[in-house]
């Protein structure tokens, strides 16, 4: 069972693998590939594809209700094995049912 922001973000990294479209960026000499806006709750995901002198990427930036931005870098070559990570660690954490106590 997936939450809606890891099903939306599992959609996001299948429709980026399968269709990338090419347009212009400005910022070092990166290209954007692709592009995706999610609203989930009271925050904004940004799923951007792009792609510089070493390769595809994914950034993904959220940003706060109150402003508060943060960013993840995400080579385009490993995108397939962090969402399978990611479905796995779902799948754990569903099963753990709604009394979950956090280890640190």
């Known amino acids: 069972m997936y939450s809606c922001f890891e099903l939306t ?5 299948s429709q980026f693998n399968q269709s990338i479209t090419s347009q212009t960026g400005a910022q070092q000499g990166e290209q954007e590939l692709a592009t995706k806006m999610l609203q989930i709750q009271s925050k904004r995901f940004y799923l951007d594809v792009k792609q510089n002198r070493r390769g595809r990427f994914i950034k993904v930036a959220e940003i706060g209700a109150d402003g508060r931005r943060s960013q993840v870098y995400l080579a385009l070559s490993t995108a397939a094995e962090f ?5 796995t660690f779902s799948d754990y ?10 280890i640190r």
């Open 9 to 13: 973000f599992l959609n996001c990294l």
């Open 83 to 87: 969402r399978d990570h990611l479905s």
């Open 93 to 102: 954490y569903a099963s753990l049912g709604k009394y979950c106590i956090s």
